[in-house]
């Protein structure tokens, strides 16, 4: 998928954040400015979450709660400490969990997941490539084409 605007790419990842149910996990890679939080917006938009959602850089997880509850996480300076975050309560929870840097993390993440990556070409322009791991995640990334 391609996005030319903030506002794209947070209405991509809500029509994505639409096929998601509890328990999935999103893993989202990207460089620095590249619109993880912005997609992780979109999802939150999905499940009706009115909390604004900002980057849970500091606090590693941030909690909202919606139709679904969505578990925020960026694990970028958490490498090295995730065993100790209890992170698997939230992988298997009652939620969605969203995961930014999750390649730092790759060996703690659910079997069966999404992973988004979102690669920025210039400022405004983003290149949004998600990816099913596991039968039902296929099964349920088709019904969005």
């Not at 096929?19 to 999905?46: M, P, Q, S, Y």
């Not at 065993?83 to 790759?106: C, K, M, P, Q």
Request: aromatic share 8%; charged share 30%; glycine share 8%.
């Amino acid at each position: 998928m391609q996005s030319q605007s903030v506002e794209e790419t947070m209405h991509l990842a809500c029509q994505f954040g639409k096929i998601l149910k509890k328990g999935d996990c999103v893993t989202l890679e990207g460089d620095l400015g590249a619109g993880k939080t912005h997609f992780a917006k979109g999802i939150a938009k999905a499940l009706n979450i009115k909390a604004m959602v900002t980057s849970p850089t500091y606090t590693i997880i941030k909690e909202y709660e919606g139709t679904t509850p969505l578990y925020h996480m960026d694990v970028y300076r958490a490498e090295g400490q995730a065993d100790d975050l209890g992170l698997e309560e939230y992988f298997y929870g009652n939620g969605i969990t969203v995961i930014e840097w999750a390649h730092l993390i790759e060996d703690l993440l659910p079997k069966e997941r999404f992973v988004c990556s979102i690669k920025k070409i210039d400022d405004h322009f983003r290149q949004i490539s998600i990816k099913a791991i596991g039968n039902k995640q296929g099964e349920r990334l088709r019904e969005l084409k």
